[in-house]
Each structure stands twice: as C-alpha cells, then as structure tokens.
T-cell receptor
C-alpha cells in the first residue's frame, strides 16, 4: 500500500459528461501529480501541484482541470468527455516539488461510452 | 516526446535468468528513477540513482547510470515469475519544475 488513495476505482460515463477524480496523498507529502495512461499514449504527465500551487503542466487538455485543496487532497475534473478520454488516471504524491521519488495510487479506470 | 526511452519494448526470459533493460534520456538530470507496474495497477518506485552516482544496488536490482551517454540500465538478477511487470524509467528533466516524465516502458515476462 503506497498510502495514496484514489477514488473511485472505476467510472463508466457517457460522452459529453463531466467527472471528478479524487486523490488523497500520503501523509506529509506536499506534491501531487496526475497522469493519464492509455495503451497508445503510454504514461502521460498531466499536471503537478505543490502545497496548493500549480508547479508543472504537461499536455493537459483544456477540458481537463485540477486543483489541490488546503488539506492537500487533489481533484482532477474531466469535462465534455470523449471516447478517447477512456484511460487509467493515476495520482502520485511526493514530499518535495522535484528530485524525489513519487508514490502512486492504484488509479481510476475511466470508461467513456 | 518522452524524456526517457526504454529498450527493449518487450523481454521474455526464463525464471532464474537475468533481465536487463535500458533507458535513454535527452536532457541533463538530477537523478533517474526506475518504477515497476504490475498489469493495470499503480507504479511502484524501485530505485533512484543520482547524477553523481554510477551504480546502485537494491536487493536483486542493479542500476547503472552513464550521464555522458545519457543512459541507464536496470538489471534484475535471478528473475522470478513475480518479476513479470512493466518497468519504466523516469526523470525530472532539466527544467526546474516538477514534471516527472516516464518512458514508454519495458514489458518483462518471466516464464
């Protein structure tokens, strides 16, 4: 158990809908990362937050947004969902903002139908 | 594009054999990390090697780093069926941000 909790584990929704994925980092970790993993794109970095502030951004679509709350949990919002958004979404956390190991949650499997 | 690229993409070996996988990266780094992912599950951190280190061991794992060639290798000795997984290298790259970038991974099957 990495100590990182993601909910829900599975999510099935229709195209055009909006969903929210939630992540609770390990106790004491200030950084939260979000990744998308699909078969054809591999593990894609979406965004990183450190202590509530956005620190790094990857190729995150405009339809996607994230935030980190004062209690350090994070949410990833996906809107206007398309079939191609079906993927595993991982959250990871680390103590520092960079140069440290990351601990991953078990992921949320999103299926858009 | 990915910061790290693993080679080979897939590897199949017999139990007891050694498995070697390689990673190349593009920019200067502070450290390089290796992770394992069992099918459909979260990634697990295996080992971190700093840019001023050339070799590091952890149990049956041996990692080398050659910053002049921008490459690293992960050796798993005496492989077991439980080692069947995908292995990824990851780096933060040269930018002073928290963008931890993963390669495409090597899928290892131990029969």
């Amino acid at each position: 158990d990495s100590g990182v909790t993601q909910t829900p584990k599975h999510l099935i929704t229709a195209t055009g809908q909006r969903v929210t994925l939630r992540c609770s980092p390990r106790s004491g970790d200030l950084s939260v990362y979000w990744y998308q993993q699909s078969l054809d794109q591999g593990l894609q970095f979406l965004i990183q937050y450190y202590n509530g502030e956005e620190r790094a951004k990857g190729n995150i679509l405009e339809r996607f947004s994230a935030q980190q709350f004062p209690d350090l949990h994070s949410e990833l919002n996906l809107s206007s969902l398309e079939l191609g958004d079906s993927a595993l979404y991982f959250c990871a956390s680390s103590v520092g903002v960079l140069h440290t190991e990351a601990f991953f949650g078990q992921g949320t499997r999103l299926t858009v139908v | 594009s990915q910061q790290g690229e693993e080679d080979p993409q897939a590897l199949s070996i017999q139990e007891g054999e050694n498995a070697t996988m390689n990673c190349s990266y593009k920019t200067s780094i502070n450290n390089l990390q290796w992770y394992r992912q069992n099918s459909g599950r979260g990634l697990v951190h295996l080992i971190l090697i700093r840019s001023n280190e050339r070799e590091k061991h952890s149990g049956r794992l041996r990692v080398t780093l050659d910053t002049s060639k921008k490459s690293s290798s992960l050796l798993i000795t005496a492989s077991r069926a439980a080692d069947t997984a995908s292995y990824f290298c990851a780096t933060y790259g040269s930018s002073n941000t928290g963008k931890l970038i993963f390669g495409q991974g090597t899928t290892l099957q131990v029969k």
